[in-house]
Nanobody, 114 residues
Framework: QVQLVESGGGLVQPGGSLRLSCAAS????????MGWYRQAPGKQRDLVAT???????AYADSVKGRFTISRDNAKNTVYLQMNSLKPEDMAVYYC????????WGQGTQVTVSS
């Protein structure tokens, strides 16, 4: 079973930036399209960005133009560069395949506040 470890979250002011990382154990990472999800308190977990095995990205409308997803298959890692952060981006961020397939990691908290 693949294990996912997210990192890079923190407290940032509105308009600021963060770069999230998600490291996956195991040998299957490159076979899967990956995604970043987020869950705000009291809300469902939503998919905000995906990236195909070949690196083609797609984004939810709420983050389009501000977030960039990328991956490094040699490092079994997927990234989420988040710019122009807004208070409504505040959530716990998780990665998984785009289905999702694997057990969830612990996530990384993103707090956007002045």
């Amino acid at each position: 079973q693949v294990q996912l470890v997210e990192s890079g979250g923190g407290l940032v002011q509105p308009g600021g930036s963060l770069r999230l990382s998600c490291a996956a154990s195991g040998r299957d990472f490159s076979r899967y399209a990956m995604g970043w999800y987020r869950q705000a308190p009291g809300k469902q977990r939503d998919l905000v960005a995906t990236i195909t095995r070949g690196g083609a990205p797609a984004y939810a409308d709420s983050v389009k133009g501000r977030f960039t997803i990328s991956r490094d298959n040699a490092k079994n890692t997927v990234y989420l560069q988040m710019n122009s952060l807004k208070p409504e981006d505040m959530a716990v961020y998780y990665c998984n395949t785009n289905r999702p397939t694997w057990d969830w990691g612990q996530g990384t908290q993103v707090t956007v506040s002045s």
